[in-house]
Every structure is written in structure tokens, then in C-alpha cells.
């Protein structure tokens, strides 16, 4: 029989008591209940109703319950929810003909998995199968992989090992081998960097997690000769960066439109909410045979990536982006906030990086009082939550600007009065 906790009984535990008494504390969580979701907007256990600028830290593309995938979602799950990956569900093939033909536009073959850490491990086997096929001069199989410090790949052992920030690595030691991390938009690091055993070079495009920081594109051009030059894969991780969120179907062409990556990863916005991550390799050659054709039968897998509903879901969002060309509304939505922004003048601000609807806004610690324990950006968003507006942070000094790719001028106008009143406010107080 379950034991029941003597110190909560059943029948009267809150939600934040049955967090604290059954779930792994592996987030520092706020102290919202939510509940129900429509559009932009998010509604906690007491009714109170927030603008969400977090959306799911960009996986919500369309804003929370979409008729069109909810619809989607309602449609397969009637049908047909899971089958296994031995046999061909034609909702995951036309996802991947929908990725390939309309948002790449590059060939290929796509892998699905269920998060955007997973999908970094496939592109780091695919990088290992490479070095295999392609040994270094002495005849020993490469295998390092090159990223960027203020990266972030993820949280399973080989996206943790190629991330390039040490505070998430803290007490898991040994890392997996085979990564070195390079300064971020340095093309003066680079040509020094190659060694015998490189093999690939992973990067954001715009880092999300380490702060929205967007490569230049003669970093991203200097990248991808030094991989011509060494015989190196190029790969891009845009899990949070892909799919519009920053103008473009992929966000590396927002800053060097003719560069081909040899692979690509995603997750978060591609499937609007429901758990799914990808990858794509392209059909490059190796010798007599494509890039993709290294990861055969028994090379890689999943249970439940890219089943009937998520694969459903996700091509029903990844039309709508297209067919609305919600990339192009990311754009003006950007403007309209650097408009906005740039008009207050306000000396707490110190930029806004990011393109299209992955913007980070800068801040000037010391313009805050932060208390001992905290972050300006951490003080800021649980002020902005208390007004009802959710914004994640991205570092100690920089949040974050993450709506749906629906959101209207309206909705834009209505945050950035709270932003606005919240900076103000806590400057003022501080001095």
C-alpha cells in the first residue's frame, strides 16, 4: 500500500505543498499556480491574469491553445497517439518533408527526439560517426567537438559537456570528453583552434540562455570557411532560436543567409507546446555515401520521438508559422519594442540584444538594490510577475522578451507599460 505523509494529508495539500513533498527540487520555482492558458495570456489558480512574455521560455509559437493545434492535437489523438518508430506513421514523414522543403530549404533527412538536449546528442553521434569516416591524418578517429563559452546545448551528459558554462557542470564531474570551448564571436580565436582530433563546431546562432547574444556574420562566415578549410561539420543549435522566433524560418540566415550548415537541432518552438525535438543532417558527401547514411538502422532512437500526435501537432504550428508568416510580424514586433525602448531613455537599461522575438534587455545592476542572494535580472522579473507580466531571466543582468509569435501591438504595449513602470520604480527606490 502507498504511504501517505503523515505531515500532509491528502485531501489538503496545495499545490506548492505537493511540489515540496513529491517532486525533485531540480528548479527554483515561483510561486505561480497556472491553470489555464489562451492566447498571451495565462490565468493562475486565483484567477489573476498575466501577459506571458516567457511562453514556455519560446515554445509556446502560437500562444497558449491555438485552435489550429488544438485542433491537431484533437484530430490524431481520436486516431492513432503512438506507434512504434519500427513502423512508418505518415505524420512524422510529413513533418519532415514540411522542415525540410519549407524551412530549411536545404536537403536532407531529419531525426526526431523529444527535447532540444536530446537532439544536440544526436548531432554530437553524427559528429563522432563523421570522425570515424573521416579520420585524422594519422589515422585516429576525431571526435572533439568546438562550442562557445555562454553557451547552452542542455542538461543531459553530452549537451552538459559541450555547453560552455560551468555553473550547470557543478558536481557531475567527470565531464564527457571530446569538447573545448572557444570566447564567443571571436574570429581571432578560431584559426588557432582546429586540432587533429576537431571534428565539428556547435553553435548558437543567438545564445539564448547566456544572455541573447548574437553572432556577428563574420564570425558565423569565419566559422564556416575555417569548417571547409579543416574538414569540419558545421552545426547550428536553434532550439530556441528556430522556426521564426527570430524573423527567419532558421535564425541563421537573419546574419549570414548563404552559409549551408551541415546539421541543425530544434525543439521548444516547433512543436507549440507538446514535447518534441529534431535534427537534421544534410546530404552531403562522404566519399561514397551521404551524411545522414552514417546514422543507420541501429545508430540512434527514440520511443517516443516524433510519434503520431506530437509529430501532428507540430506540423500543424510549423504551417501556420509559414502560411501566416508570423517571422515576418517577429520582425515588426521587434522594431516597435526597440522603438518603445529606445524613447524612455531610461539609464537602467543598457541594450536590447536579440532579433525578432528573442530579445534580452540589459541591465545596469547598479542601478538596482539587489539583495544578497539575487540578480537585477531575478529582482526585476518578480517585480514584472507581481504586475502580471512573466519574463524569464537570461543571466545575472539580462531578461528576457519571449511572446508568442501571435502577440499583437496591443499586447506588446501593454508589457512594455509594465516594464517601463517597473524599472522606474525600482531605480527610483534605490536611489
Request: charged residues 20%; negative net charge; contains cysteine.
Amino acid at each position: 500500500m502507498p504511504v501517505v505523509s503523515a505531515s500532509f494529508p491528502e485531501n489538503l495539500m496545495n499545490t506548492t505543498e505537493l511540489y515540496q513533498e513529491y517532486v525533485l527540487p531540480t528548479y527554483g520555482r515561483f510561486s505561480l499556480v497556472p491553470v489555464r492558458g489562451e492566447g498571451t495570456y495565462l490565468w493562475d489558480e486565483d484567477g489573476k491574469r498575466y501577459l506571458d512574455f516567457c511562453s514556455g521560455i519560446a515554445v509556446c509559437s502560437l500562444g497558449h491553445c491555438h485552435p489550429v493545434l488544438v485542433e491537431a492535437i484533437r484530430k490524431q489523438a481520436s486516431t492513432l497517439i503512438h506507434v512504434s518508430n519500427l513502423y512508418q506513421p505518415p505524420s512524422q514523414a510529413e513533418l519532415a518533408q514540411e522542415i525540410v522543403e519549407h524551412h530549411v530549404g536545404i536537403a536532407g533527412k531529419v531525426f526526431f527526439a523529444n527535447s532540444g538536449a536530446e537532439a544536440n546528442d544526436g548531432l554530437i553521434k553524427s559528429a563522432r560517426r563523421y570522425g570515424q569516416r573521416r579520420p585524422a591524418a594519422n589515422g585516429e578517429a576525431r571526435y572533439e567537438v568546438i562550442t562557445f563559452n555562454m553557451s547552452f546545448h542542455g542538461r543531459t551528459l553530452g549537451s552538459m559537456a559541450a555547453t560552455g558554462q560551468d555553473k550547470i557542470k557543478q558536481g557531475f564531474d567527470p565531464m564527457l570528453p571530446g569538447f573545448r570551448h572557444l570566447p564567443f564571436d571571436d574570429v581571432a580565436a578560431l584559426e588557432s583552434a582546429v586540432a587533429p582530433e576537431t571534428v565539428a563546431i556547435l553553435l548558437e546562432p543567438i545564445q539564448g540562455e547566456g544572455g541573447i547574444n548574437v553572432a556577428s556574420s563574420e564570425f558565423l562566415r569565419a566559422i564556416s570557411a575555417l569548417c571547409k578549410k579543416h574538414d569540419l561539420l558545421l552545426f547550428f543549435d536553434e532550439v530556441q532560436a528556430g522556426f521564426g522566433r527570430c524573423g527567419q524560418a532558421m535564425a541563421w540566415r537573419a546574419i549570414a543567409p548563404e552559409i549551408e550548415p551541415d546539421g541543425i537541432s530544434w525543439a521548444k518552438g516547433m512543436g507549440g507546446g507538446v514535447p518534441i525535438g529534431a535534427f537534421w543532417l544534410r546530404d552531403k558527401l562522404v566519399d561514397d555515401v551521404t551524411l545522414p547514411s552514417l546514422m543507420g538502422p541501429g545508430s540512434h532512437g527514440s520511443t517516443y520521438g516524433g510519434n503520431p500526435l506530437v509529430s501532428a501537432a507540430s506540423l500543424a504550428v510549423l504551417k501556420q508559422i509559414r502560411e501566416q508568416d508570423l517571422g515576418a510580424h517577429a520582425l515588426a514586433m521587434e522594431a516597435h519594442i526597440r522603438q518603445t525602448i529606445s524613447s524612455w531613455n531610461l539609464p537602467a537599461i543598457t541594450e536590447v540584444r536579440g532579433l525578432g522575438l528573442l530579445l534580452g534587455i540589459a541591465l545596469d545592476a547598479t542601478k538596482f538594490d539587489v539583495p544578497e542572494g539575487k540578480t537585477a535580472a531575478s529582482v526585476v522579473v518578480t517585480e514584472l510577475m507581481q504586475r502580471g507580466l512573466l519574463c524569464p531571466p537570461a543571466g545575472p543582468a539580462t531578461f528576457r522578451l519571449l511572446p508568442p509569435l501571435t502577440v499583437t501591438e496591443a499586447e506588446v504595449d501593454e508589457a512594455l507599460a509594465m516594464v517601463h513602470e517597473t524599472l522606474q520604480t525600482l531605480t527610483q527606490s534605490q536611489s
